[in-house]
């Protein structure tokens, strides 16, 4: 039997990537993500990896470019402005159809903005981010211990789509410590067929983001989104919680929806029916679930560490059939459970 150990989430990402096969990791310290490349720089080197600071985010991006385009498992890691200079390299990386994972600590933001956790970065990480016409797969996950099994399976995700995953987490999930189960290091082989360089099997592979001809540039995209119906098909993940009867339904994702569950418990012990749906693949968004909720459900409320950017997915979701709120605390505050009942409260007597 694995026994659980108590492990700050930084790190925990760090040994999930690990014992899944990462060997190579490329980035460039900010906070508050600092403990995921501090982490790898001393196991990897253990494990016969590598582990290279690069001189900006932009080198060590493309260096996760070179590295998988030979076929390697790699990762890297960065926070919210970090993930900005990332994204033409991101865009190549898509294009090319290359595997890695890319974990997002996010801080608050514009700008340089501050460092406590916040969700300012949920356009960014599901509309693609950079230039082109592109999807990552993006996991959000809410405890210590699902950012480990989002973690480990993301690398999976990633070589079965040929497509980079983000891992989406904030400041808080990142310096937080909870007792964690973390999966046996699973045997990996760097073998892929597709990958650059020749061996003896095959012939020699190109790996190319480049098209001048408007007609294979064409086909190309056609290719890609294909792939990225198969993903909406098969890897949408949510969590429900207390909806079975719900009226009033929370909309939270991460950290804001660990605040969402307690708020619909103080909810639930004044009376009101609310409940909690929290999208765990925020890219693919989990439509269907809210479909099935609409003819329950008096409104939705979307509860974000921001000024309301999954806001447009509920409403995109639900066709407007009923009303979308929003409540969110911005820069880094955290709110309290209270606040969202408060909230909460106040629109049920409008509504009313």
């Given at each position: 039997?694995?026994e659980?150990?108590?492990?700050?989430g930084?790190?925990?990402?760090?040994?999930?990537?690990i014992?899944?096969?990462?060997?190579?990791?490329?980035?460039?310290?900010?906070?508050?993500?600092?403990?995921?490349?501090?982490?790898?720089?001393?196991?990897?080197?253990?494990?016969?990896?590598?582990?290279l600071?690069?001189?900006s985010e932009?080198?060590?991006?493309?260096?996760?470019?070179?590295?998988?385009?030979?076929?390697?498992?790699?990762?890297?890691?960065?926070s919210?402005?970090?993930?900005?200079?990332?994204?033409?390299?991101i865009?190549?990386?898509?294009?090319?159809?290359?595997?890695?994972?890319?974990?997002?600590?996010?801080?608050?933001?514009?700008?340089?903005?501050?460092?406590?956790g916040?969700q300012?970065?949920?356009?960014?990480?599901?509309?693609?981010?950079?230039?082109?016409?592109?999807?990552l797969?993006?996991?959000a996950?809410?405890?210590?211990?699902?950012?480990?099994?989002?973690?480990?399976?993301?690398?999976?995700?990633?070589?079965?789509?040929?497509?980079?995953?983000?891992i989406l987490?904030?400041?808080?999930?990142?310096?937080?410590?909870?007792?964690?189960?973390?999966?046996?290091?699973?045997?990996?082989?760097?073998?892929?067929?597709?990958?650059?360089?020749?061996?003896h099997h095959?012939e020699?592979?190109?790996i190319?983001?480049?098209?001048?001809?408007?007609?294979?540039?064409?086909?190309?995209?056609?290719?890609?989104?294909?792939?990225?119906?198969?993903?909406?098909?098969?890897?949408?993940?949510?969590?429900?919680?207390?909806?079975?009867?719900a009226?009033?339904?929370?909309?939270?994702?991460?950290?804001?929806?660990?605040?969402?569950?307690?708020?619909?418990?103080t909810?639930?012990?004044?009376?009101?029916?609310a409940?909690?749906?929290?999208?765990?693949?925020?890219w693919?968004?989990?439509?269907?679930?809210?479909?099935?909720?609409?003819?329950?459900?008096?409104f939705?409320?979307?509860?974000?560490?921001c000024?309301?950017?999954?806001i447009d997915?509920?409403?995109?979701?639900?066709?407007n059939?009923?009303?979308v709120?929003?409540?969110?605390?911005?820069?880094?505050?955290?709110?309290?459970?209270?606040?969202?009942?408060?909230?909460?409260?106040?629109?049920?007597k409008?509504e009313?």
């Amino acid at each position: 039997m694995v026994e659980k150990q108590l492990i700050k989430g930084s790190e925990a990402i760090a040994e999930a990537a690990i014992r899944n096969g990462c060997k190579y990791f490329f980035g460039y310290p900010i906070t508050p993500q600092n403990e995921i490349p501090e982490y790898m720089a001393k196991r990897l080197p253990e494990l016969g990896g590598t582990f290279l600071q690069g001189e900006s985010e932009i080198a060590a991006i493309y260096m996760v470019l070179g590295a998988s385009a030979a076929g390697a498992r790699v990762m890297t890691s960065s926070s919210s402005p970090g993930i900005s200079l990332k994204q033409g390299g991101i865009s190549y990386l898509s294009g090319s159809e290359l595997p890695c994972v890319i974990v997002n600590i996010m801080r608050g933001g514009p700008g340089l903005g501050a460092i406590q956790g916040a969700q300012p970065d949920y356009w960014q990480a599901t509309r693609g981010g950079g230039h082109g016409d592109y999807r990552l797969l993006v996991l959000a996950p809410a405890t210590v211990q699902e950012a480990v099994d989002l973690t480990f399976e993301a690398f999976d995700l990633a070589d079965k789509y040929r497509n980079p995953v983000m891992i989406l987490g904030d400041g808080v999930l990142a310096q937080i410590m909870e007792p964690v189960t973390i999966p046996e290091a699973k045997a990996w082989q760097e073998n892929h067929p597709w990958a650059v360089g020749k061996q003896h099997h095959r012939e020699r592979n190109m790996i190319c983001a480049s098209y001048p001809d408007v007609e294979i540039l064409e086909k190309v995209n056609q290719k890609l989104h294909m792939k990225y119906d198969e993903i909406r098909r098969s890897e949408v993940r949510w969590e429900s919680f207390r909806l079975e009867d719900a009226k009033y339904v929370l909309v939270a994702y991460g950290t804001a929806a660990r605040i969402a569950k307690a708020a619909v418990k103080t909810a639930r012990e004044k009376g009101i029916k609310a409940g909690l749906m929290r999208p765990i693949s925020v890219w693919p968004f989990p439509q269907q679930p809210f479909i099935d909720l609409i003819p329950q459900a008096k409104f939705f409320l979307s509860v974000e560490l921001c000024t309301g950017q999954m806001i447009d997915d509920v409403r995109l979701a639900t066709g407007n059939a009923r009303p979308v709120y929003h409540f969110g605390r911005l820069g880094g505050v955290l709110p309290l459970p209270e606040e969202i009942v408060d909230r909460l409260e106040q629109l049920i007597k409008e509504e009313s």
